[in-house]
């Protein structure tokens, strides 16, 4: 899987497709960072995001994993000029090994997982269960198609299954559906702590903490 053919319209195909929608998604958890010490962001894109923490300011060490050299390069040219602490890891993050000394109190993984078939998202979030803190927060951006029915959801139906087909086309990646998230991390012990959403929670930013640890709001 590699999202290097299509990194520098990436941001483009986003803007005509849902206007500002995911870019609010992704910033709906965004103050977290200022309680963070160590931030880990899985298939981090193009650095936008890493842009909007630089703006609101953190002293946390920060690593940022993706696949694509291409999304690595674009990333890497928004944020050389911020004070960030920021680490970029051109790697596949099944790959990726954490280290005694990074061990990230905050997570974020921004329309990454839907990538991925729902056994591959089982496998990534049980590694991330076992390299979190107790007080870990895992913030995770992306789509959930709620009941049938409506004419907009059938809409979202159809968004979702051309969008599916065109990164399996160009980029590969091997989710031929979405993968029902809420759903795999409440069975992989996670507790969702907090949900905000777009679209009649078509477009969705959760909040999720391991069960048990997580103090409810
Ligand atoms: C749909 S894009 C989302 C990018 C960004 N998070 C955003 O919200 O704009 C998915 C990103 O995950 C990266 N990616 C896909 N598979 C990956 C993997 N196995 N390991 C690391 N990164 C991966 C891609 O290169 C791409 O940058």
Avoid at 25 to 52: C, M, Q, W
Avoid at 98 to 120: M, V, W
Avoid at 142 to 148: N, W
């Amino acid at each position: 899987m590699s999202f290097d053919r299509v990194a520098n319209c990436y941001q483009w195909m986003e803007k005509i497709v849902f206007r500002t929608d995911l870019e609010k998604v992704r910033n709906f958890h965004l103050r977290l960072v200022r309680d963070a010490e160590s931030i880990l962001i899985i298939g981090g894109g193009d650095g936008r995001f890493l842009k909007n923490i630089s703006e609101i300011g953190t002293d946390a060490q920060i690593v940022s994993v993706d696949s694509s050299s291409e999304m690595i390069r674009l990333s890497q040219s928004r944020t050389h000029n911020t004070e960030l602490d920021v680490r970029h890891v051109c790697q596949n993050f099944q790959d990726f090994e954490f280290s005694e000394n990074f061990r990230p109190d905050l997570i974020f993984a921004h329309f990454f997982l839907d990538c991925f078939t729902e056994d591959e998202v089982i496998l990534i979030v049980n590694r991330l269960s076992k390299s979190s803190l107790k007080s870990t927060k895992l913030v995770i951006s992306d789509f959930f198609l709620p009941e049938k029915g409506s004419v907009s959801g059938i809409y979202r139906r159809i968004l979702t299954y051309v969008m599916i087909r065109f990164f399996r086309l160009f980029c590969r990646i091997s989710a031929k559906k979405l993968p029902n998230i809420p759903k795999i991390m409440r069975s992989t012990g996670w507790t969702c702590t907090a949900h905000k959403s777009l679209r009649d929670e078509f477009i969705n930013s959760w909040v999720w903490e391991l069960e048990g640890y997580s103090k409810r709001p």
